[in-house]
């Protein structure tokens, strides 16, 4: 009897998944990229020295705009290289409109995701097993009277297109985290992309109807996520996607593609050296 009640204990500890935009992304890809990269953590050493010095230097960005939100001296940081200075000149002369309020720097948000949630009218949500906690760091939120902005600083080489950042998880996860979060109308939010390159800057307003069909694309996401048995591969073998996977050489999908033209963001290096 003491053992069957310490079973049924156990049985009902599921995993804790931690979702970021990066799962959503990943997810809506491949479903096996997603379960090498997060079902198995398969971690590659980056073979493009190239992209792994942009990786580090966009790094290196974030940090130092940390560090001057927070009122710290940058200059060591940003004399440690030539674009890091120019970037931080971009930003001095031509930085995005921003709103006056709190600031808050390398902001984490969080929100667990009850059964409720992933159940539907058809479902018993029994049988979903495992619990969820959507996560965001914002480079920079802004909590104003009224309004409510989100920063993203991008060291990419060109500024993105404004449709792929709306369509992207990114936009649409951080924006939903907020609303949900906080006692602001979705209307009321706004996501800024600034890129240090270039110094632009795009802006991505928010609404109810954004907030509402974004719900239930995670609803659905999630669902899937907590119901899948099989983690299948893209069908076509030419598919972009694969041409920029980490993973290609595991799933026989030959060369990697120098020339970046991919959709995905993360995709897309940060900066060209
Ligand atoms: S190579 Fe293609 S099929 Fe394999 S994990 Fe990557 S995207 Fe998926």
């Not at 009897?1 to 931690?18: F, G």
């Not at 792994?52 to 560090?67: P, T």
């Not at 309004?147 to 792929?164: E, G, N």
């Amino acid at each position: 009897m003491v053992l069957q009640e310490r079973k049924s204990a156990m049985t009902a500890i599921y995993p804790i998944t931690s979702i970021s935009q990066g799962n959503l992304n990943i997810w809506e890809t491949c479903r096996r990229k997603y379960q090498y990269k997060f079902l198995e953590v398969l971690s590659l050493p980056e073979a493009d020295l190239d992209r792994k010095k942009k990786l580090q230097l966009g790094s290196e960005f974030h940090l130092l705009m940390q560090q001057q939100q927070l009122g710290l001296d940058v200059s060591d940081l940003a004399s440690s290289d030539e674009r890091l200075q120019t970037w931080l000149a971009a930003f001095k002369d031509h930085p995005p409109v921003m709103i006056e309020g709190d600031r808050l720097c390398e902001h984490r948000r969080t929100l667990e995701i009850s059964q409720e949630f992933l159940s539907d009218h058809h479902q018993n949500s029994d049988h979903l097993q495992g619990y969820f906690v959507l996560t965001a760091i914002y480079d920079l939120l802004i909590l104003g009277d009224r309004q409510a902005q989100i920063l993203d600083w991008k060291t990419h080489q060109v500024a993105i297109a404004k449709d792929t950042l709306i369509a992207n998880w990114q936009t649409q996860l951080y924006l939903y985290l907020l609303a949900k979060t906080t006692n602001y109308a979705p209307e009321q939010l706004s996501m800024t992309y600034w890129f240090a390159n270039t110094a632009e800057s795009v802006v991505i307003n928010y609404s109810q109807t954004d907030y509402e069909r974004t719900g239930k694309k995670i609803q659905g996401i999630l669902r899937e996520i907590a119901q899948a048995q099989e983690y299948p591969t893209l069908k076509d073998v030419h598919s972009s996607d694969c041409k920029y996977c980490e993973f290609r050489d595991r799933c026989d999908r030959g060369e990697m593609l120098t020339k970046f033209t991919s959709n995905n963001l993360e995709d897309i290096p940060e900066i060209a050296i």
